[in-house]
């Protein structure tokens, strides 16, 4: 017996499905990645506690991934498991009239349709971000002038070890793209969120507005993982890739979006070494030509 086959049978006697050799191209946006050794839907907390102290036990390498909206996974896999919160991690609820506590697992437009239906508003910004709870808190995600730290107040994690615990306010160190979490290797299970009571129908039409400002301006029709540099301090990332004419740029089945020259997309049958090979092209062309550094917000697997 493997070690792949000790953590997919104790997964499988606490009830959370496991899958060997799982292509990862099914679960992130990129519809790219070769497959995991073990795919696990964890369903609780305490679940969760168990399975990643066997990886750590039996020196299993293991990561939490959300929707895989910001991902980019190699075509040679994983060598290990891949965890994905399920069941009590998507339970949305109220915790009082402004405050909502989310799992990590819930989708954000989940949690962006609960405030819209109790009034609450705080997360327009947010409506159409493809990704996790806690993949948007890990990465401080934002749009339209909105980001997670203005609304997330505390956040709850689980150590590898299996400590649990909780950070507020000042200690989760938000910053662009970033989070305490993206530093200590906390796996964040929930979040805790203070909206502000406002007209549903100004809420709707708000989240309308930004929608239809994405769809006009986004390649949302291919697979992609969103914006794939972070923005350079006084530029933007997209207008110094279309200023260097790289719009529609390609590399295998890796393009440079001609909607939106921030984005790369998949137009069938793209690798991860397409991508890869294409962003160093970009980063390679921006600075020769106008000086600026790149940083890929894109998380590479």
């Known amino acids: 017996m493997d070690r792949t086959d000790i953590i997919c049978n104790l997964s499988e006697i606490l009830n959370c499905e496991a899958k060997q050799r799982e292509p990862l191209s099914r679960h992130t946006t990129f519809k790219i990645g070769g497959a995991a050794d073990a795919y696990i839907s964890v369903t609780s907390l305490s679940k969760l506690s168990t399975i990643v102290r066997e990886c750590e036990e039996s020196e299993i390498d293991w990561m939490v991934i959300g929707n895989g909206s910001n991902l980019l996974v190699s075509d040679e896999g994983y060598r290990g498991a891949v965890l994905r919160l399920d069941g009590d991690f998507r339970r949305i609820s109220l915790v009082d009239d402004c405050t909502v506590y989310c799992g990590a697992g819930a989708s954000l437009a989940a949690l962006c349709k609960f405030a819209l239906s109790n009034g609450l508003s705080g997360l327009e910004f947010a409506w159409g971000i493809p990704g996790t709870v806690g993949g948007a808190v890990f990465m401080n ?28 306010s000042d200690g989760l160190e938000f910053g ?77 089945g890796a393009q440079v979006s001609e909607k939106h020259a921030g984005f790369i997309i998949n137009t069938g049958g793209a690798s991860a070494n397409d991508v890869k090979a294409l962003v160093r092209e970009i980063q390679t062309k921006v600075y020769d030509e106008t000086g600026y550094t790149l940083e890929c917000e894109l998380i590479i697997l």
């Open 141 to 168: 995600a934002g749009a339209y002038g909105g980001e997670m730290k203005q609304v997330v107040f505390s956040v709850s994690h689980l150590t590898p070890e299996g400590d649990i615990g909780r950070i507020e």
């Open 176 to 252: 662009y793209r970033t989070s305490v979490y993206r530093k200590n290797g906390y796996i964040i299970t929930g979040a805790t969120v203070k909206l502000k009571k406002a007209n549903p129908d100004d809420i709707r039409a708000a989240m309308d507005d930004y929608f239809g400002r994405r769809s006009s301006k986004q390649p949302l029709e291919y697979p992609s993982a969103g914006s794939v540099f972070k923005r350079p301090e006084g530029a933007f990332a997209g207008a110094l890739i279309e200023q260097c004419g790289l719009k529609g740029h390609s590399h295998g």
